[in-house]
């Protein structure tokens, strides 16, 4: 249309202190963007308004993913509007109905028919005692400052030019940014495999006990001999490229019932660069011609007494392509002892530099990036890797499938997928032995594994726990087409300008809290994510409920993500 936009410039994202609630609101298609919700929610708002046109397009159950999503990342609720008729030079067009309500975890309280309103019950109670709960104060949990550092980095390099006013200047800038993602896309392979299965391994692994005799390396060899030998009796195919591991495949979880690990404890289930996992999985992937995509707790020379969650990646070759340390883990709440690059954010990026928190890797079959778990429930993990080129995530996952946020982690998986147009490959585990020795499985995890496509459908998933091979479809010519449409393409439009001065480390979990002896858990109990929700309270970005939560409930346990 003739008309412009703010792209590419500062927002205040501003918050009114109403009466009844703290109410932002984000336009139309700005539901889209993640960044725009969190910086909302930074600012303390409680529910966010997205008046807006709906129409029946392709993107209409892309926008309600989004509502959804941007209501469980900041822990509000997104109210929306839109009219069910719109009068275009005297000829009425019917609209479809969206006017609604999304809470951060139920279901939406929506229009039915030809209503024109809807009369929801809005909880702002509920919703603040949610958010000075460690477990779900998702806007003091997300790394602030490990993203705020990027987006700044991606402003200096990048500066935004004019932004159109009309329709021509519009469509030209649309082509000038999918030719220059196009260019950069570019693979150094020249021709690639663009369509080819994947197998998402569901697997039950036999847990490393706490103490004991028990030698732990045994328990992962032997996880990992009956894994291989079940994801190799499906791999013979020779459509077969890819292979992906969930988390905690070899250790089994890393507590279960309450009960967690000490970093000396993780160590020793923990790999390194040349250890004897590396080369079973290398001859594994040779044997089967199959890229291969896993997680285990991995020490690293540079920084001894440091136990990172990580993700690897092997090539067809036997190679090992890359290590993804995990960003966002059960560590705030002092659940488990892992270290995550934000507790010695300056220490890592002076090791391995920003890039080094989110490798992608140009391959034959694509460019691959990994994550892990909990990173989904964060945009900007994802967001991050989209930037750096992904086009298939290899999201190795542990799921508990209690009663709060089953919902919220799957939305968030098929809108990390649709957001950044890439494919979502969730292998989860399913279930795991009642011991190492036992031929018991018991099924707390209960898997679920899926592949999610580019546009945010489910290709397909695992219905239920125990072990399972999943095979599914990858098709990057699919994927290129989508990203070369500036309409479906959401990141061509992402301008770091407009919200990375509000990623700063005022916010968010803090940087470098860890920075000291890897020995000494500074999260044991939940006091580092505690002290910031009650800075939030105190700087009013937060309301404190009325009623207090219990001393219980502020540090209750669960089993890690």
Not at 218 to 229: M, R
Not at 346 to 364: H, S, W
Not at 374 to 391: I, K, T, W
Request: glycine share 8%; net charge negative; hydrophobic share 35%.
């Amino acid at each position: 249309t003739d008309t412009t936009s703010a792209l590419g410039q500062y927002a205040e994202f501003s918050v009114a202190n109403l009466s009844f609630a703290k109410v932002g609101m984000l336009c139309g298609e700005d539901i889209h963007f993640a960044q725009y919700g969190r910086a909302l929610a930074f600012h303390g708002a409680e529910i966010i308004l997205n008046p807006c046109i709906e129409k029946s397009d392709q993107q209409f159950a892309h926008r309600t993913m989004s509502r959804f999503a941007r209501a469980s990342e900041s822990v509000a609720y997104v109210a929306v509007a839109s009219p069910l008729e719109l009068n275009d030079n005297g000829m009425k067009i019917r609209l479809p109905p969206a006017t609604a309500l999304y809470p951060w975890e139920r279901e939406a309280v929506a229009v039915r028919g030809d209503e024109t309103f809807v009369v929801p019950d809005i909880d702002i109670q509920l919703l603040r005692r949610r958010r000075v709960s460690p477990q779900g104060s998702f806007p003091a949990i997300v790394r602030a400052d490990v993203y705020g550092r990027g987006y700044m980095k991606q402003v200096s390099e990048c500066p935004e030019n004019k932004t159109p006013s009309n329709r021509a200047e519009w469509l030209q800038e649309a082509n000038k940014r999918v030719a220059a993602e196009s260019e950069n896309a570019k693979s150094k392979h020249g021709a690639q495999e663009e369509q080819y299965d994947c197998m998402l391994v569901q697997t039950v692994a036999r847990l490393i006990p706490i103490g004991g005799n028990v030698d732990p390396k045994e328990i992962i060899y032997k996880n990992l001999d009956e894994h291989l030998s079940s994801a190799g009796s499906r791999l013979s195919l020779p459509t077969m490229r890819l292979c992906v591991f969930p988390e905690f495949w070899l250790t089994g979880p890393g507590g279960i019932g309450g009960v967690q690990r000490t970093v000396q404890n993780l160590e020793k289930m923990a790999i390194s660069e040349g250890d004897k996992v590396f080369d079973i999985i290398g001859k594994f992937a040779q044997e089967y011609n199959v890229y291969v995509a896993f997680q285990n707790f991995e020490i690293h020379k540079k920084f001894p007494g440091r136990v990172f969650n990580s993700a690897f990646l092997i090539d067809d070759s036997g190679n090992h392509v890359h290590t993804y340390r995990k960003n966002q883990c059960a560590d705030v709440w002092g659940l488990l002892p892992d270290t995550t690059p934000g507790s010695i954010l300056d220490q890592y990026l002076d090791t391995f530099g920003y890039e080094a928190l989110f490798p992608v890797a140009d391959t034959k079959i694509g460019r691959l990036a990994n994550m892990v778990c909990f990173d989904n429930m964060s945009p900007e993990v994802a967001g991050y890797l989209r930037h750096q080129g992904a086009e298939v995530i290899l999201h190795s996952s542990s799921e508990p499938h209690g009663g709060e946020g089953r919902r919220a982690w799957d939305n968030a998986r098929t809108t990390r997928a649709m957001e950044n147009c890439v494919y979502m490959l969730s292998a989860m585990d399913g279930g795991e032995y009642k011991s190492h020795d036992s031929e018991h499985m018991t099924f707390f995890r209960r898997g679920h594994t899926r592949l999610v496509n580019f546009d945010g459908s489910l290709q397909g998933t695992v219905d239920g726990p125990g072990p399972v091979l999943f095979r599914a479809n990858i098709d990057l010519t699919a994927l290129r087409r989508a990203r070369a449409n500036a309409r479906t393409n959401f990141q061509l439009w992402d301008s770091p300008a407009v919200y990375a001065s509000h990623y700063t480390p005022e916010v968010g979990f803090p940087s470098n809290l860890w920075a000291g002896d890897p020995y000494k858990n500074p999260y044991v109990g939940a006091v580092a994510i505690t002290d910031r929700i009650a800075s939030y309270v105190d700087k009013g970005i937060y309301t404190a409920p009325e009623m207090k939560l219990s001393e219980s409930v502020k540090a209750r346990s669960s089993d890690v993500m």
